[in-house]
């Protein structure tokens, strides 16, 4: 026999859990895009941000 133990997201209640804000300034734009578009793409994304699934990666 097993017992169960609910999750974590069942025991506390959603009030409990810490927030976070992510800034990104005005003048940016917020893209979000999967890894496989990124790869190989620097006429979209430019030679960095293509560069990062292989940085990623590197172990």
Do not use: W
């Not at 992510?22 to 793409?41: I, R, S, T």
């Amino acid at each position: 026999m097993v017992k169960y133990y609910p999750g974590f997201h069942i025991i506390r209640n959603h009030k409990d859990f810490p927030t976070a804000l992510f800034a990104v300034p005005k003048n940016y734009k917020l893209v979000a895009a999967p890894l496989f578009e990124l790869y190989d793409n620097s006429q979209g994304y430019g030679p960095i941000i293509s560069s990062l699934p292989q940085a990623l990666c590197r172990c």
